[in-house]
């Protein structure tokens, strides 16, 4: 199976639900992706695990932008 099969077979709604709740997460007193993108943009984002957070973090939204470009595209189609 390759990666664009798995993807499509991914529900939107469990995106959605990844991003509210780990891409936010925790919620107080801010989410821990938007202190990572502004350390990040300071270039203060240097351990490893502030990195790792980042990723971590960032993930559920890289997928849900992907699948809804992948979405997007295969409407056109």
Do not use: Y
Not at 6 to 13: N, V
């Amino acid at each position: 199976m390759n990666i664009i099969a798995l993807l499509d077979q991914i529900p939107i709604g469990f995106v959605v639900l990844a991003c509210l709740t780990l891409g936010l997460a925790p919620f107080v007193p801010e989410p821990h992706l938007w202190e990572k993108l502004k350390m990040l943009s300071a270039g203060t984002l240097t351990k490893p695990i502030d990195i790792f957070d980042l990723f971590w973090h960032a993930w559920p939204w890289l997928l849900l932008v992907v699948k809804l470009a992948r979405m997007a595209l295969s409407r056109q189609a």
